[in-house]
């Protein structure tokens, strides 16, 4: 069965017991700047499944286009997208599982026509809130599945929230504990190297869920888990893996949705594995270009920032991708895209309407990342051998948006071998540099240029000169983040400090603060700021005239903080008003990290009598 057979057979079938076919949201919410893309089914209807009427009644279905980025990782192995499509299913406070899941299993064995021999059951096994399932237990052995084909699962598998388990779950986060259905692909042998028994959550490969019934009774409180008004029921199935179940095919890039573009891909390439050699290059490219082609036809430009840095990193690992199949042309993409693009034109036509602007869209920014990796190429050119490292890898990321398997790919060429794990540390290290780059945040690792976020950021290069005097030369900046809430400060400095020296630094800080030092913005000479003492993050990044930041009363002697900076800036730094560092952080290998925020008030009230170091 094809993909939209299912689509239709499902809204049919649900529509014929009493629900009504509402249209998807948006895969790019319009009016809501917290949220990148639409991720589950339920997303959009939270406030009814908390007790808000729903203009179309309690009883609801829909397909709706997800897209979840936590996933982009995953994406290499027979099940894992990052765009899908999930058919949805709700009782707002209606029906409850007694009803659901028969439903579900007739769905399943009448009109899909999936062999029951091959369904496989999971159930939430009960925690300290929250009772196991054993209701549901009843109502699949009615249904006639043999307790040995269920299996029971702590809340890590069974229960489903957007944020996780009960305790991941923030205070007024909904949830509940499901029971998801899976499929058994005998063509798939076990593989050992994911434990010793198979079982229907086993990342083999030979079982496949197609199909999560999330019981939505539970919303998370101050005190705990609490019940909500109604008994929901938030059911969610991906369309394709539903269709590779019908297919009896473990392989979802096989479908119908995919395999022509595959198939494409293979015959144009230049040179690499063929898919059944080596499948990943080719499921990350029609992955991540599917998921562009909604975006792009979402409105979503390419860019540094939230939604449109996902649409880039997507569009980019592709090309990454392409070029290991020894295409850096755009003969992988003409006939790509419209391949994957021409399933989806009739149910949703804003895909058709928009072919044009989203092949503009994928095509511009492809021919950007060209020019990104000819200026890292020519960087990496420049640099001796014994330079190439994993730190090289990182910088050329960091700097020119380079990819590491680019750097890597270069480097084995030269017979230089750069490590994944290493690089990966590398980054891990720099989260905050790394968050900058990957979430497009304000150079600076700046939230957002709001007046307490400024005042932090003045308070930071206070903190990097007060650390530098206190406890020597060699403390160097490794990263830095700034919310309004707090700053946070990576540095390197052999050992942890302890509390005597967090308060001289502290009222180092304050200290200055008190002098109301003004802060002055200069446009210098990199080679001259450098040499008067400036302190910069990567030296080698800055171009030629760099904009630096002093605190003090005089530019050129007596200052007490000079530092190459986009600002933004207080005027001067009276006007932070306090600050208290409140927490150390070993992040091993010679790393610190420090948390401070302004002082509202009691400077005593926070962290009383206790360490600051955890
Ligand atoms: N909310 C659940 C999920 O996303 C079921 O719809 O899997």
Redesign the pocket.
Known sequence: MTASTIRQKYLAFFKAKDHQIIPPAPLVPADDPTTLFT????QPLVPYLKGQIHPMGRRLVDSQPCFRAEDIDEVGDNRHTTFFE?L?NWSLGDYFKQDQLPWFWEFLTHELKLPKARLYISLFKGSSQVPRDQESLKVWKKLGVPENKIYWYEAKKNW?SRAGTPEEMPEGEIGGP?SEVFFEFDSVDHNTKYGKACHPNCDCGRFLEIG???FMEYEKTKQGLKKLPAQNV???GGLERLTAASQNQPDIFQIELFSEAVKNLEVVKKSGPAYNQDPLPYRVIVDHLRAAVFMAAGGVEPSNKDRGYILRRLIRRSMVQARKLGMEQDEWLSNTLPLLASPYTKTYPLIDKKIPEINQTITQEIDKFRQTITRGLKEFNKTSPNQINERFAFKSLATYGMPFEITQELAQQRGIKLDKGVFDEYVKKHQDLSRTVSTGMFKGGLADHSEATTKLHTATHLLHAALKKVLGDHVRQEGSHITAERLRFDFAHPRVLADEEIKKVEDLVNQKITEDLPVKKTIEAKNQALKSGAMAFFKETYPDKVTVYTVGRDLNQGWFSKEFCGGPHVTSTGKIGSVRIYKQKNLGAGLRRLYARLNHGNHQSIDQNQGRTQ
């Open positions: 991720n589950s089914g339920m999930m949805g489903w499901t999560n019934t999330v938030d059911f969610g």
